[in-house]
């Protein structure tokens, strides 16, 4: 507790800490809750050597035990952080930000008429077991994306029974192959589009509230506000009052609050789409 008491106050500006902490904090205080404990740990992926400086990249592992009236349950969340230091002092501590990239190869698809079927059967406690499985690591069986919100929640979807379409176009329906995949697969904007429009294969039905999702429906996020959606996420469980809680890639989140307030990308401005998954 010493350790992660002195990540806090050492290495975040006041503006940080006011818009992540403090705000999950007072998130978990509005809804009858508390977090009673948290914990800590790091883990080091790289170490690099320049001039007079040693860079450090490592991944922060923090749960956060939650009390809500009588109910415990177990939040969890991997940042990326990068160290710098020069003859042996810290001149540089921060989250590490992620820019979305993507490959142009355009290949053909390879799969069966099957996988174009209009109508599936939507296993939301198969697309849940995936997503708890995966949420703090990679399946080799697919890429994986420097920004990976959305191309994690695909493969949510896809264990699923969620049907692939569209191919060997990017820009139309919803598929992935090792070599190439639709922008939909892959790229938070697209597949907020996506799940709007698709009329076969995999499809969102738009609701107003949060309350009305159930296991393994989807949230988009647009954290600015600015008509360009960000991030993805998938329903993995429900607070004590029926608010869903959600599993995500990029910064690896299990159990999170829906909302993301605690996030260092929200604004005020942030807008949501909740989708129920059709296929039942």
């Excluded at 349950?73 to 002092?89: A, D, R, T």
Aim: charged fraction near 30%.
């Amino acid at each position: 507790m010493k350790w992660l008491k002195n990540y806090w106050e050492d290495f975040f500006t006041d503006e940080q800490k006011d818009t992540s902490w403090k705000r999950k904090r007072l998130l978990w205080e509005q809804r009858n809750g508390e977090i009673v404990q948290i914990k800590g740990s790091g883990k080091m992926y790289r170490k690099t050597f320049y001039d007079e400086h040693t860079q450090l990249r490592y991944l922060l592992h923090l749960s956060y035990l939650i009390k809500q009236d009588e109910r415990f349950h177990l939040e969890e969340q991997v940042i990326p952080h990068e160290l710098v230091m020069k003859n042996g002092e810290i001149i540089k501590h921060h989250v590490l930000k992620r820019t979305e990239q993507e490959n142009e190869v355009r290949l053909r698809w390879t799969g069966t008429e099957e996988d174009r079927k209009q109508n599936f059967v939507y296993d939301r406690r198969a697309a849940v077991r995936y997503a708890e499985r995966w949420w703090n690591s990679y399946n080799p069986a697919y890429r994986r994306f420097t920004v990976d919100c959305t191309n994690y929640i695909s493969q949510c979807l896809y264990a699923g029974g969620a049907p692939m379409w569209g191919s060997p176009n990017r820009e139309t329906g919803w598929w992935y192959t090792s070599e190439n995949w639709s922008f939909s697969w892959a790229v938070a904007h697209s597949m907020r589009w996506y799940l709007s429009g698709a009329e076969q294969g995999l499809k969102g039905r738009e609701v107003e509230s949060p309350e009305e999702l159930t296991y393994g429906d989807v949230i988009c996020y647009d954290f600015d506000g600015d008509g360009r959606w960000d991030h993805t996420t998938i329903v993995t469980g429900k607070d004590q009052y029926g608010m869903p809680l959600v599993n995500a890639h990029t910064d690896n989140s299990r159990h999170r609050y829906w909302s993301y307030e605690d996030s260092l990308a929200w604004t005020e401005n942030i807008e949501y789409k909740f989708f129920q998954i059709d296929g039942e």
